[in-house]
């Protein structure tokens, strides 16, 4: 103010304003010192202060019940207290390796931005202690970019914490669903006096694999039991590889047949409910893959071991009478009903489709079959009989036009949500009925009306001429049969593969109704080129193991598919080759192809390359990668199958 004063008066008189310059100067200068003087106390209290505590503090950091240390860059000591000399036994360690002392501890897991001040947590055990690690990076560069940088290491012995949450793993209740699968059988074949003896066999035995588990068996049914075990147990029967489920096959006392045993065991839970929940969704997987396997399921995926048994037939028909029953009251009140199968259908996809379309026609309703890509087989026949189906077979942009939450949607011949033709439409239908024949997975389509799987079945053709003889006044066309027939045709390879006492009555069913077998033979007939460049593949094939056959090709025919599955199959006729991989390489996808004669299960090897499929038929597709690199996985699947 007096500054601005002294320019006022310099207007009116100059010596005054001279005069109040001055003083405004003599102020000015007092401030500044003062300021400078007041700022020079305040740093030395600062760091008179900071001495002080500097001194206690590190008395303090040095007798701390805490063990700490301070490790350069390289893993050498820089610094520690007396606690955590007690650990390591040498009370000093400076510019030692601190691996030398505990050899459990690792630089390289502190290797990181350098830059970044985040602390770490890491967990080591050493001399029978637990301890917990809560390092901090420390650079003596502000910028973070020198090399030489430190980390403080503080120990927290969580010995107790450790014993404590072991204890509550091992005693954690696990739930086990045991189902005899093939009771029924076993016992048909049994004489009358050997049946008490036989049970109680096998009850025994159940029993003495509770008691060595420490666990509690308790039987609901003739066929099935509960058991509650320990986890701890539950993980000792995995390092044994379930092996009480091999032991019970051995059980011989007037049988003809071995009982196989199913298992479901939930685990990991909230709580028991929850393990049960788990434990009957474990079991279902179980006997949807064909029993003789246990199957766990945690909160997080399914688990599975064993699995090497091939399906048993069910000889009764009751349950696909049933379900024909209640699909003939579903198919009645429908008002809207779309078919369809897997992407890129074959012929047994085309056939269940069919057949299924002629029931619904036999109830007064009419249906639309969604059919979009499909191999060389499909076009053959929609060439021959397709103008009877100009107005069924649709395209996916129709589909999704046509489909309503109310539309009645079957789904033949997979249960796979990621295989379907269009997946979009089960996101849509709230009625959904599943007709499949596959060994379960675990991308099964949920929430279905009707799931019919019956995984000992040949083909969904097979099962859906079952279904439609129980159907009262079912028109079936000769085209319609010889679909029907065709679909069992393929996926037994000429009734050789998966072809039980039903397969036979199913094909006797469709020959009395105008089957042409010559017909159908003619549908899988291929041209001379195609029959060239499949036996190309098979030039190609080596051997793994002695007993595998491996091949591998790239594209070169629009109906690639049918030709790697058909090079598959016929690598089974090579001397001592057991099962056979194809490999292709289709361009947008790396496609496998799998055969086996069942003593391998090509399903479980399939499954660890993300596909699936039966024992003895399987499949898998890859993208992002290349043939070599599946060979590799696949070498990799075989290797762990036969371990």
């Not at 509770?210 to 320990?230: P, T």
């Not at 779309?338 to 085309?350: K, N």
């Not at 890859?622 to 699947?637: Q, S």
Request: charged fraction near 25%; proline fraction near 2%; glycine fraction near 4%.
């Amino acid at each position: 103010m007096i500054f601005v004063f002294s320019l006022v008066t310099a207007l009116y008189d100059v010596k005054t304003a001279l005069i109040e310059f001055a003083i405004f100067l003599v102020l000015l200068s007092m401030y500044v010192w003062a300021k400078y003087h007041k700022k020079s106390k305040i740093f030395k209290y600062i760091n008179n202060m900071n001495l002080d505590l500097g001194d206690t503090s590190f008395k303090t950091l040095h007798d701390f019940s805490i063990p700490v240390t301070i490790v350069r860059s390289d893993g050498s000591v820089e610094w520690n207290n007396k606690s955590f000399a007690d650990i390591c036994g040498r009370e000093f360690l400076y510019n030692l390796p601190l691996s030398d002392y505990i050899p459990e501890f690792d630089i390289n897991k502190f290797k990181t931005d350098k830059s970044s001040n985040d602390k770490f947590s890491y967990k080591i055990f050493h001399n029978d202690h637990c301890y917990r690690i809560i390092a901090d990076i420390i650079h003596p560069d502000a910028s973070g970019k020198d090399e030489n940088y430190y980390i403080a290491l503080y120990w927290y012995d969580y010995t107790k914490y450790e014993i404590l949450k072991t204890k509550y793993h091992d005693e954690a209740f696990v739930s086990c669903i045991l189902v005899i699968d093939n009771y029924d059988e076993v016992m048909q074949g049994t004489p009358n006096a050997d049946k008490p003896q036989l049970t109680a066999f096998m009850e025994e035995s159940l029993e003495s694999v509770a008691q060595e588990a420490n666990g509690i068996l308790k039987k609901y049914e003739k066929d099935r039991f509960f058991m509650y075990i320990q986890k701890s147990a539950l993980e000792q029967m995995i390092a044994d590889a379930f092996s009480f489920t091999e032991n019970f096959k051995s059980i011989l006392t007037g049988n003809k047949v071995p009982p196989t045993l199913s298992v479901g065991i939930g685990t990991d839970g909230s709580g028991i409910q929850q393990n049960d929940a788990f434990a009957y969704s474990a079991l279902d997987m179980a006997l949807g893959r064909g029993g003789d396997q246990v199957v766990i399921k945690d909160n997080e995926q399914y688990h599975f071991y064993g699995g090497k048994t091939k399906e048993i037939e069910k000889r009764t028909r009751v349950k696909a009478r049933v379900v024909s029953q209640a699909m003939k009251e579903i198919i009645q009140d429908a008002n809207q009903i779309i078919i369809m199968g897997h992407r890129y259908a074959d012929v047994d996809v085309l056939g269940s489709a069919i057949g299924l379309y002629s029931i619904i026609r036999s109830l007064g309703k009419d249906a639309k079959i969604l059919l979009d890509t499909y191999n060389q087989t499909v076009e053959r026949f929609l060439s021959k009989y397709g103008s009877e189906y100009n107005d069924i077979i649709v395209n996916k942009p129709y589909a999704n036009e046509y489909i309503t939450p109310d539309t009645l949607l079957f789904v033949v011949d997979t249960q796979k949500y990621s295989m379907v033709e269009e997946p979009a439409l089960i996101d849509v239908s709230k009625n959904i009925i599943v007709i499949d024949h596959h060994r379960k997975s675990t991308d099964f389509i949920k929430d279905s009306l009707i799931t019919y799987h019956e995984p000992y079945a040949s083909s969904a053709s097979e099962l859906i001429t079952e279904i439609l003889q129980y159907i009262d006044d079912v028109e079936l066309k000769k085209s319609e049969a010889e679909a029907l027939y065709a679909g069992i045709f393929m996926d037994t390879k000429n009734f050789t593969f998966k072809t039980g006492v039903r397969t036979f009555e199913a094909a006797s069913y469709l020959k009395r109704r105008g089957v042409d077998t010559i017909e159908v033979k003619k549908l899988f007939q291929i041209n001379l080129n195609t029959f060239v460049k499949k036996w190309a593949i098979i030039e190609n094939a080596s051997t793994y193991k002695n007993k595998v056959a491996i091949a591998t090709c790239t594209k070169n025919d629009e109906d690639m598919q049918t030709i790697v599955a058909q090079a598959a199959d016929e690598l089974l006729n090579i001397t001592d080759i057991s099962s056979s991989f194809v490999i292709c390489d289709m361009g947008d996808k790396i496609i496998v192809s799998a055969r086996s004669f069942g003593d391998i299960n090509v399903q479980l090897i399939t499954e660890k390359l993300g596909g699936g499929g039966h024992m003895t038929i399987a499949g898998a597709q890859l993208t992002d990668t290349t043939v070599d690199e599946v060979t590799k996985l696949l070498k990799t699947a075989i290797d762990e199958y036969f371990e």
